[in-house]
């Protein structure tokens, strides 16, 4: 069990139709029946104790060279004013968010986006928003372990927050059937608590 105090940032992390709905271009299996119900209790217990609350979400252009039509690897997913861009209907909303990748960059962290031709990364506003509301520890759940959650953890970190992943509040992708494995030994390198 995590503790939670104003001290504390919660950050979810791209829980969002495309991922967590069956439906979804880029469904992670599991999402909508365990990640989103546990995301909530963490949602609930940082609200309750103090604690700030971010989001992030994809949002991407309808054409970008992330997506596989334009020679990325990725589905067209999480088009910025989609239905699939929407959060959950069932997740609990409870701070602001980030949106990601609009300029049609790869979006993996929550901190900054990479451009998928020339490699430039370029920062979002969340370390900024974290460290004005005060915060210390970073807590990261959310989808997916292997791409979006361990790329937004290993930034938290470089940032210089104490920076924790929740294994109950997300699932992998598994391109791969070790990815999710794979993520949690790079987090666990890199100085991330995962529990």
Known sequence: MTTYDNGTALVVVDVQNDFADPSGSLYVRGADTEVVPAVN?????????????????????????????????????????????????????????????????????????????S??????????MIREAGCERVVVVGLALDYCVKDTALDSAREGFDTTVLLGATA?????????????????????TVG
């Open 172 to 192: 992998a992708v598994n391109l791969a059937a070790d990815d999710g494995d794979k993520a949690i030994a790079e987090l666990r390198q890199a100085g991330v």
């Open 119 to 128: 490699g430039e990364t370029i920062p979002t506003p969340l370390a900024s």
């Open 41 to 117: 209790r963490e949602v609930g217990e940082g609200v309750d104790a103090g604690a700030s609350i971010f989001y992030t979400q994809d949002w991407h252009p309808e054409r970008t060279p992330h997506f596989a039509i334009d020679g990325g690897i990725w589905p067209v997913h999480c088009v910025g004013g989609s239905i699939g861009a929407d959060f959950h209907p069932d997740l609990r909303v409870e701070g602001p968010s980030v949106h990601k990748g609009a300029n049609g960059e790869d979006g993996y962290s929550g901190f900054t986006m990479r451009d998928p031709v």
